[in-house]
């Protein structure tokens, strides 16, 4: 498996709560993504990084906001979590090498907003 | 703009039995696809990809997938199925002028015993 670490795993928060979910990677990979998943269901890309200082929104949109200050670190920030967030987010990175290139995942961190 | 299909939720097959998980794909170009392979609750794990030349793409655990052309077809094979092949499998495409991929809505692989 691709050395690509998520923290919390899991996470059970109080609504109106700041939560950050954190998302490291030691591969020295230049890309990194954020997903959203529903249980069983499709993923969708809500954020991603082409490297340092770079943020791009996804597909879906969200509430949440990304930084890339590092290289190996991607974190995702609620301000306010709300029930609707209620879902997994796995986070991924890869080695820009264009379009071939191939994304390695995380073990995602399950969130559930009460 | 590039999309990703797969048509079939669920697949039931018995152990030893061989297995496709079908998956289908629109793009403007040339596409590169991709399977993976996603364990409750875990993250995905990429199995193999397909970028050009032979069409048919060996990856890990046994799995194989063909790529067709003509009929923008990726489906996803194994000779003999396990019981721990059970598990949510997604194809994903990206065009060269993409830089994201796209995901199929994934398919629950069911392998009796």
């Known amino acids: 498996e691709a050395d690509i670490y998520q923290t919390p795993r899991y996470l059970v928060i109080g609504t109106g709560k700041k939560i950050t979910l954190e998302c490291s990677q030691t591969m020295g990979h230049d890309k990194m993504y954020w997903y959203q998943q529903d249980p069983g269901m499709e993923l969708h890309l809500i954020h991603y990084s082409y490297g340092v200082n770079s943020t791009e929104k996804g597909d879906l949109s969200s509430e949440s906001t990304v930084s890339r200050i590092r290289t190996e670190h991607f974190p995702l920030t609620l301000e306010s979590a709300r029930p609707s967030h209620t879902s997994q987010y796995l986070c991924a990175s890869s080695e820009y090498k264009g379009a071939q290139e191939t994304q390695y995942f995380g073990p995602g961190t399950r969130l559930l907003v009460l | 703009a590039q999309s990703v299909a797969q048509p079939e939720d669920q697949v039931n097959v018995a152990e030893g039995n061989p297995l496709t998980v079908k998956c289908t794909y629109s793009?403007?170009?040339?596409?590169?696809l991709f399977w993976y392979v996603q364990y409750p609750n875990r993250g995905l794990q990429f199995l193999l990809k397909?970028?050009?030349?032979?069409?048919l793409v060996k990856g890990s655990y046994g799995f194989e997938a063909e790529f067709n052309k003509s009929q923008t077809s990726f489906h996803l094979k194994k000779p003999s199925a396990l019981v721990s092949d059970s598990a949510l499998y997604f194809c994903?495409?990206?065009?060269?002028?993409?830089?994201?991929?796209?995901f199929g809505k994934g398919t629950m692989l069911l392998v009796s015993p």
């Open positions: 994903a495409v990206r065009d060269k002028g993409y830089s994201t991929l796209t």
């Open positions: 793009v403007s170009g040339n596409p590169y």
């Open positions: 397909y970028i050009t030349g032979d069409n």
